[in-house]
């Protein structure tokens, strides 16, 4: 203390005028000033919700849900709880978010090659594509795509292709394995995911080998290969043991109202909020690839193609693994707002999560229910975040 | 030297902030609560109302011998209703411009009944919100707005009369189905809107039945139409009031049917205000005198114009006996007055809510009536019963 005091005398100029005494005094005002207004709010909210004797608390989340929940992945009874129902909608916007994002992505990236591509009309109709689906508000383009399929027949008078998918204005149903005695069905999933480890090691060392020894050594086909072996080898050790281990459930009209049950059913909401979510995130994803590819120098083009690589191999060896490095960062923001978006599933009939917690906040105290979703929605991104950011390590240039 | 000047600056301004919040939050004090009936006070009569002068503020009502705002109906020489102009059926706009329904004929019933003047009624338009506030202030004399009569709405809002209808929650499925009850649902797919009890009525159907229907939830009404429409779901659920004014924009109406089950209760009725024990005596007469008729088979057009032979018939019309006309103050014709304005039960239920209007089936539901009118003492499963005329 007795040195600081020296060593600001020493300047010769007041204290008060001191550069170094001011910015300090700015930081610790500030920071009381922040630290008052965050409590200031929090006591607020407090203060006001026992003063109106708002309830809240999670005791609710132990008793029975009791109300439907629309299309889910994960089997529910209206006999659960209202944790297990949240987990339920949880599981189904998860669901959506990784596959839109990963459909957005590969649509993303093929518009946005088209996009620099030297065809006048596929460069010209990619413009048109990201120009009209990022430039209408998502909200109006779900409800386009929620009337296109109400457009097509209702559920008796569907389509059936040879009695096993069933398309109508309700859904899309499939033939779908799924699992029969939990343990046999966990086993075999445990075996052939370890068999896709070892492809993916196979696959590796394989083109380790080709690059480092010039011989043709077919990493993919190895990998492939060594994946499948094993899944099916399990298989069959588990189906003499204990019987198979998938059955295939196959759908088919049920009850008086010829209601699809059984197999695979990717229901009329979810088709629209797809098609919403993915057109509208990939039109802003390849608007990001094309800026990634640009942004790779000209020259390494150019020597890429004076050493004779074909345009496509230029792309995937040269041009891609360096635009990488552009797109990841704002790619993982694009995945963030496909996720957030899928909140809005609740206009066209989607049980996500949202829609879900919406609705109980009808039995539960609804301050606990939007913690709940808040703190639900934001897990989600800040595990894509973590993941894009692996990722992103990697890529870049140590 | 810059850098500080822009710290200073910043400061200030958060400190402006954060006074400016802070006396903002210490100052405004919470309003009072007018929904408090012992504070009548706190509501003020519109001051641009023609007649302020004329209506009593809950206060002077209070303390104001009974009958006080007869009287006033009376002096003003019209009713002052509460209602609305936006819902087919019980308050809108017919193609000549003017106000009618349901909720519109029971006021002009009330007219007919104090002044003998179906036509001199004026309805104030209000929206849900404005419900309680506006009858509370005393400043109508009666609001029939498809109120639900509720416990708390009856202590803080005024006095629930008569209910004049049992809406509730209901389905709408298409006829080609060939259901004929909601219990038929049996793993259908039922579309319903978010955000009111609607879902967890639905819910509670379903789990008390067994009926595992798979409900399809949806943000608005109009989506759930759309869907409906197009056959993603089975049915649809919502009040049944709303299902018939919503039916009436499906394309083809009639190839749709509200089925007969109601799954909650909602009982509409209008209401007056508190303090005036004569003028509610009024209310709930006229009402009994708008059921009876349909009972006893007096409608607008066989009104009788002399006595009958059928005492209860005579007694209501008037020839015979009396049903409190002295009392409350009415004339010993009123009912006449009344059926001749507006016809009976019967005839306002058909002319807004019945074929005539948005075809909400009456027969077997809660609100066909609770005799026949030729055998009074059949059962006819209704629940539309009121107070005795003696």
């Known amino acids: ?398 | 030297m810059a850098k500080t000047v822009k710290y200073i600056a910043g400061i200030a301004l958060l400190v402006t902030t954060v006074a400016l919040l802070a006396c903002g939050g210490e100052e405004t004090p919470a309003p009072a609560p007018i929904t408090d009936p012992t504070a009548p006070a706190a509501a003020t009569a519109m001051p641009e109302s023609p007649t302020e002068e004329a209506v009593p503020t809950p206060t002077e009502a209070m303390h104001m011998q009974a009958g006080s705002r007869l009287q006033t109906v009376m002096d003003r020489g019209n009713v002052i209703c509460a209602s609305r102009n936006d819902v087919p059926g019980y308050g809108f706009i017919d193609a000549s411009g003017a106000n009618v329904g349901f909720d519109i004929d029971l006021c002009r019933a009330l007219a007919a009944a104090v002044l003998n003047d179906p036509s001199a009624i004026e309805i104030r338009l209000i929206t849900a919100a404005e419900r309680g506030p506006t009858i509370q202030s005393g400043e109508v004399d009666m609001l029939v707005r498809t109120v639900t009569w509720t416990t708390s709405r009856d202590a803080q809002w005024g006095n629930y009369a008569q209910t004049m209808f049992y809406d509730g929650q209901g389905f709408m499925v298409n006829r080609s189905l060939g259901v004929d009850s909601a219990l038929d649902l049996q793993g259908a797919s039922v579309c319903v809107t978010q955000g009111t009890t609607t879902e967890l009525n639905l819910a509670d159907f379903s789990n008390q039945n067994g009926l595992n229907i798979e409900a399809l939830t949806f943000e608005d009404t109009a989506a759930v139409v759309a869907a409906y429409e197009s056959g993603q779901c089975d049915a649809f659920t919502n009040d049944r009031s709303q299902l018939a004014a919503l039916g009436t924009s499906l394309a083809d109406r009639d190839a749709h049917l509200i089925l007969p089950e109601t799954i909650s209760e909602e009982p509409l009725g209008p209401v007056v205000p508190h303090g005036d024990d004569q003028w509610f005596d009024i209310v709930k007469t006229v009402m009994s005198i708008l059921i009876y008729a349909e009972a006893y088979d007096v409608s607008s057009s066989n009104m009788p114009s002399a006595a009958t032979g059928e005492t209860k018939k005579d007694r209501l019309l008037g020839f015979e006996g009396s049903w409190g006309q002295e009392s409350l103050g009415l004339d010993q014709m009123a009912a006449q007055n009344v059926i001749r304005a507006v016809g009976n039960y019967g005839e306002i239920y058909e002319r807004n809510l019945g074929p005539s209007g948005i075809n909400l089936p009456r027969e077997n539901g809660r609100n066909a009536l609770w005799s026949d009118a030729s055998c009074s003492d059949c059962p006819k499963g209704g629940q539309i019963y009121a107070a005795p005329l003696r």
């Open chain 1, 1 to 398: 203390m007795a040195a600081i005091l020296q060593n600001l005398t020493y300047q010769g100029i007041p204290i008060w005028r001191h550069d170094q005494v001011i910015q300090w005094t700015a930081q610790v005002v500030s920071g009381f000033l922040v630290v008052f207004l965050v409590a200031w709010f929090f006591f607020n909210i407090v203060g006001a919700v026992d003063e109106r004797e708002i309830p809240y608390g999670f005791s609710f989340l132990e008793r029975a849900y009791q109300t439907p929940i629309g299309q889910h992945f994960l089997p529910y009874e209206t006999s659960d709880t209202f944790l297990y129902a949240f987990g339920v909608a949880a599981v189904n916007t998860i669901v959506v978010s990784i596959v839109g994002v990963i459909l957005a992505t590969l649509l993303g990236i093929f518009v946005g090659v088209c996009r620099l591509s030297g065809n006048w009309l596929v460069a010209k109709v990619a413009l048109f594509y990201v120009e009209f689906f990022r430039n209408v508000p998502l909200l109006i383009q779900l409800y386009f795509w929620f009337y296109i399929v109400l457009a097509l027949p209702p559920v008796r008078e569907g389509y059936a292709i040879a009695n096993r998918v069933y398309i109508n204005n309700a859904g899309v149903s499939m033939p779908f394995p799924f699992p029969d005695g939990a343990a046999a069905a966990l086993f075999w999933i445990a075996l052939a995911a370890a068999g896709i480890i070892a492809g993916a090691v196979v696959q590796r060392s394989l083109a380790q080998r080709e690059i480092t020894t010039g011989q043709p050594s077919y990493p993919l086909i190895g990998g492939f290969a060594t994946a499948i072996v094993v899944g099916a080898v399990a298989w069959v050790v588990i189906s003499l043991v204990a019987g198979a281990p998938l059955v295939v459930s196959q759908p088919g009209p049920q009850g008086a109202f010829g209601r699809i049950a059984g197999g695979f059913t990717v229901s009329g909401g979810l088709m629209a909020l797809l098609m919403g979510l993915i057109m509208y995130t990939s039109s802003f994803i390849a608007e990001i690839v094309r800026a990634g590819i640009q942004s790779v120098g000209r020259g390494q083009i150019e020597a890429s193609r004076a050493l004779g690589l074909s345009p496509m191999d230029t792309l995937r060896q040269v041009t891609f693994p360096q635009a990488l490095r552009v797109i990841v960062p704002p790619l993982i923001s694009q995945f963030l707002n496909l996720t957030k978006n899928s909140s809005l599933a609740g206009a066209i009939g989607f049980a996500d999560l949202t829609n879900v917690a919406k609705t109980m906040t009808q039995t539960a105290p609804a301050i606990s229910i939007f913690i709940l979703i808040m703190a639900a929605y934001l897990a989600m991104s800040l595990t894509y975040s973590l993941i894009g950011n692996l990722y992103n390590r990697r890529i870049r240039i140590a």
